[in-house]
């Protein structure tokens, strides 16, 4: 699973990099203002809503890199790939970031598919980040390989498919319910949704994960650099360090 996970982040990296390499070769989808309208956009099934949560749940505290961020332009659909600019605006955890620092951020569930019958934007069952928005993102890495002036961050602390990303307002969620045997829906039909998901209890997932992720981490307004706290803080109410553990920092929930 994680030799798949790597390939799978090379990929879209790679796509990134031969993209805009031959910008000008091929038709860019993103070239209409719109596009993503015409698009169908996958929800999260319910069957899988529970295991992936819980999956989040215990790694995100962990992340060795989580931010404040505001989304400075709109996603930028190359290929099968997908990256978005942000602005560092508050750094709970992670060396080597200044803020307002400008990064790009990439998921290796980020993309859209676009051919002859098929036209459809892959977001990890969260919604593409509103510019000017602010958003609380996990970070698992700098990636080294691309020789860019701005820096590009990506978001793969697990090989589960969602997005970890999560926006400091609050949205309204609308369930479209899906036709056939996938869960694709029209992303017209849901664009102002914060997640996609397929039922009330799987939106309930989604929505539980955030409200603690947001709790861990608020937007207080201070920005700067605030490491995490650990064991015994009014700000980490869900997670205690384990002091079994001596290679990094490790959250268990209580």
Known sequence: MRLLHIFMTCLVVAAAIFGAVKR????????????????????????????????????????PIIL????????????????QKVRVLEIFRGEGLETGEEIYLSFHSWGAIVREGLATVQCGFVNVMGVGKE??????????GLEEETPTYLLDVSDCPVAPVF??????????????????????????????????????????????????FPADGRG????????GSAVCPFYVLKEEEKSGIVYSRL
């Open 224 to 231: 700067g650099v605030r490491h995490h706290p650990e064991e």
């Open 135 to 144: 958003y609380l993102v996990f970070v698992s890495e700098k990636y080294n």
């Open 68 to 83: 404040r961020v505001e989304a400075a332009e709109g996603i930028e659909h190359i290929f099968n790939g997908g990256r």
């Open 167 to 216: 926006g400091y307002d609050e949205y309204q969620n609308v369930i479209v319910a899906p036709g056939g045997t996938s869960t694709y829906v029209p992303y017209k039909a849901v664009k102002e949704n914060e997640f996609f998901a397929a039922s009330e209890e799987a939106l309930a997932e989604l929505e539980a994960l955030k409200e603690e992720m947001l709790a861990l």
């Open 24 to 63: 000008q070769t091929y038709t860019d989808i993103t070239a209409k203002e719109d596009y993503l309208e015409t698009m169908d956009v996958a929800e999260l099934p319910e069957a899988l809503a529970q295991s992936n949560c819980e999956e989040l749940r215990e790694v995100l505290p962990g992340a």
